[in-house]
Nanobody, 127 residues
Framework: QVQLVESGGGLVQAGGSMNLSCTAS????????MAWFRQAPGKEREFVAT????????YYGDSVKGRFTISRDYAKNTQYLQMNSVEPEDTAVYYC????????????????????WGKGTLVIVSS
């Protein structure tokens, strides 16, 4: 069973940067893609970014394109989310997720397409 543990998060000022990381363990060799989702208070969970584990192909949600960058360190079983030019609207709990089997872009950019989830890490952007 894959386990995902996020780190990073906390308080950051608008316009600043923050880096999140997520390490997979317990069978991570079988991962096809890893992703970040976020959920703000009173809102639905939103897709942020996805990266395919072997090929490194990336996809981004419209609200973060050009500001956030997803990457992975294959040897460390770790993915990262570099958040730049953050805005108060980026305030949310950020969840790491992973999918075991190959699938198309619509699946790996949707929360229902993920097989494993981390517990989440809170990011607060102050204005």
């Amino acid at each position: 069973q894959v386990q995902l543990v996020e780190s990073g998060g906390g308080l950051v000022q608008a316009g600043g940067s923050m880096n999140l990381s997520c390490t997979a363990s317990g069978g991570s060799f079988g991962i096809y893609a890893m992703a970040w989702f976020r959920q703000a208070p009173g809102k639905e969970r939103e897709f942020v970014a996805t990266i395919t584990w072997i090929g490194g192909t990336t996809y981004y949600g419209d609200s973060v394109k050009g500001r956030f960058t997803i990457s992975r360190d294959y040897a460390k079983n770790t993915q990262y989310l570099q958040m730049n030019s953050v805005e108060p609207e980026d305030t949310a709990v950020y969840y790491c997720a992973a999918r075991d089997n190959p699938a198309g872009v619509l699946v790996i950019t949707g929360s229902h397409g993920m097989d494993h989830w981390g517990k989440g890490t809170l990011v607060i952007v102050s204005s």
